[in-house]
Nanobody
Framework: QVQLVESGGGLVQAGGSLRLSCAAS????????MGWFRQAPGKEREFVAA????????YYTDSVKGRFTISRDDAEATVYLQMNSLKPEDMAVYYC?????????????????????WGQGTQVTVSS
């Protein structure tokens, strides 16, 4: 069972940048597809970005394309989310997630139930 620990959240001014990190336990990190989700108060959990295992193909929700970048360091067993040009609407709790099996469907990558393991989340606050 993999353990996920997020870090890097905090308060940032609109237009600023923040980098989230998610550290995974175990020596099989490279076998997992990793994802980032976020949830604002009163909202459903929303897909943000994902990165596949092996080739590292990336996917983003439209609202963050060009601003956010997901990456992974398999040697460090860590996935990152670089967030630039932050907006107040980006304010949410951000969750790291891992799935053991890859999917042929990109839609499933954006579906929370596809992921088996979740971190506890890290708060991102954006001030105007």
């Amino acid at each position: 069972q993999v353990q996920l620990v997020e870090s890097g959240g905090g308060l940032v001014q609109a237009g600023g940048s923040l980098r989230l990190s998610c550290a995974a336990s175990g020596r099989t990190f490279s076998r997992y597809t990793m994802g980032w989700f976020r949830q604002a108060p009163g909202k459903e959990r929303e897909f943000v970005a994902a990165i596949r295992r092996l080739r590292g193909t990336t996917y983003y929700t439209d609202s963050v394309k060009g601003r956010f970048t997901i990456s992974r360091d398999d040697a460090e067993a860590t996935v990152y989310l670089q967030m630039n040009s932050l907006k107040p609407e980006d304010m949410a709790v951000y969750y790291c997630a891992a799935m053991a099996a890859d999917s042929s469907s990109t839609a499933l990558l954006a579906t929370p139930r596809t992921y088996q393991y979740w971190g506890q989340g890290t708060q991102v606050t954006v001030s105007s």
